[in-house]
């Protein structure tokens, strides 16, 4: 059943509603993802994406596996390597990410608002590269191979993996989930690891700190054996 334009907006409308809240909520951030895992060392962020990650990847290449879903093709070039080390240059100028960004700015971020109209701007600017004559029309340059000359590293996707090799993209997913697991899993034995090191130093403090008292206690019971010591000489 093909729902209608009003159908369609509310549908939109809901849920967009329901993941700004959500994200809006727990806080969750691409940047602060990577940002706080290198500088802060803190991986609340970090192991949320890596949870999305693998669900995405495992429901993304099942639909790919069974023919559903109209997946969309990402060519992986040089030009999107520099294009998103400099994306992930203003992600950190700017704070957020770009759904942090839109969340931040509804609470009332002057420089959240600043960042997403330069985003809309930039946006715009690419558009309008995208379609000259000198920027490599990303469809021409894609064949699924290796093409150096136009400046493509090779396979784009899943799909294209499933195509030329006949095996299911599921499997590739699975690889993919499985090394994003592994990355999971140490970091939870980080910071276990951290947890246990920060248990044992405040033990430490502890004991350093019952030491001291007994230190300041002893002396004054030395004074008073030698008070009782004088005393008992004197009645001699």
């Not at 995405?56 to 790919?64: Q, R, Y």
């Not at 379609?131 to 340059?141: E, Y």
Request: proline share 3%.
């Amino acid at each position: 059943m093909e729902m209608s334009s009003l159908t369609q907006c509310l549908a939109a409308f809901l849920f967009g509603s329901v993941v700004g809240f959500l994200v809006q909520r727990s806080r969750f951030c691409n940047t602060a993802a990577l940002r706080d895992a290198m500088l802060f060392k803190s991986y609340r962020n970090t192991k949320a994406l890596l949870v999305c990650m693998m669900i995405l990847t495992i429901g993304f290449t099942a639909f790919i596996s069974v023919g559903g879903g109209h997946p969309m093709h990402f060519e992986v070039g040089l030009n999107q390597v520099i294009g998103l080390f400099l994306f992930g240059i203003g992600m950190v100028l700017a704070g957020a990410c770009t759904v942090s960004t839109w969340v931040k700015s509804g609470e009332g971020n002057v420089g959240a608002m600043w960042a997403l109209l330069f985003t809309f701007i930039g946006m715009f600017l690419f558009s309008l590269f995208w379609s000259s004559t000198w920027w490599p029309p990303a469809p021409q340059t894609m064949t699924g191979g290796v093409d150096l000359a136009g400046l493509q590293l090779g396979f784009a996707n899943a799909q294209t993996l499933q195509q030329q090799t006949g095996i299911p993209a599921i499997f590739f997913g699975l690889i993919q989930s499985l090394v994003l697991g592994g990355i999971y899993y140490a970091i939870v034995r980080k910071e276990r690891a951290m947890a246990a090191a920060r248990e044992a130093a405040v033990r430490a403090a502890e004991q350093t700190a019952k030491t001291a008292s007994a230190t300041i206690a002893s002396p004054t019971g030395a004074e008073g054996d030698d008070t009782d010591t004088l005393a008992t000489a004197g009645k001699g």
